[in-house]
């Protein structure tokens, strides 16, 4: 049995709860494989699978995103239905051991770091601060093109408080310059990724 809880970013903790740590095995890899048919039949990627031990309890965290092609984020409507196919799919597996589940499903927060070449797709149009590898200059700017071999960002100028931001030339950043991206939080994105004003504070992640 389970309890499936649909959520809209995977940044989310419930105040004084420890977190347990999760758990990257062959189990994790065993799930990916019999939940990623279902997650692709609703035109979704599948990010992450894992299992998070807390006593006798099992928590499987299921973050799907959208198609690198698209915009926005995942609906929470959406998530509500991938929840209910995929805890059905684990209630009939075989292959599982004893222990009670929690199912959680979530799509990516806005502070998800920028690791792949998918994730830069997904966050076209968006203002990003970028560290780049020693030597070169760190560049924060609004993703304009990604391509195969980088991404094109036009840099934000600083100006004197109180005046609107001046735009830069276009700056080309291979992936193998890129050390670290993330996307700034912007208000005006918040309906686009579904996201509610106490989900977008600064991010915790390194």
């Not at 649909?6 to 758990?23: L, M, N």
């Not at 609703?42 to 894992?50: C, F, I, P, Q, T």
């Not at 960002?153 to 291979?174: N, R, T």
């Amino acid at each position: 049995m389970s309890n499936a809880e649909a959520t809209t970013s995977s940044d989310r903790t419930d105040a004084g709860r420890a977190e347990p740590a999760a758990v990257h095995n062959p189990e994790a890899e065993r799930l990916r494989s019999l939940l990623e048919p279902a997650v692709l039949a609703h035109r979704l990627y599948l990010e992450d699978v894992a299992i998070n031990i807390a006593g006798s309890n099992r928590v499987v965290n299921v973050v799907v995103d959208l198609p690198q092609e698209e915009t926005g984020g995942v609906s929470l409507d959406v998530i509500a239905d991938i929840s209910k196919e995929l805890s059905d799919i684990l209630d009939g597996d075989p292959s599982t051991d004893s222990r009670p589940y929690d199912l959680e499903v979530s799509s990516p927060g806005v502070g998800r770091p920028l690791t792949e070449p998918r994730h830069w797709h997904r966050a076209r149009g968006r203002m990003v601060s970028v560290k780049v590898i020693q030597g070169e200059e760190n560049v924060t700017g609004r993703i304009q093109s990604v391509d195969e071999s980088g991404v094109t960002i036009v840099p934000e100028i600083a100006v004197k408080k109180g005046m609107k931001p001046k735009q830069g030339d276009p700056v080309k950043l291979p992936f193998d310059k890129i050390r670290s991206g993330k996307v700034e939080i912007e208000f005006s994105h918040l309906d686009e990724a579904g996201l509610e004003n106490e989900h977008n504070g600064p991010s915790e992640e390194a």
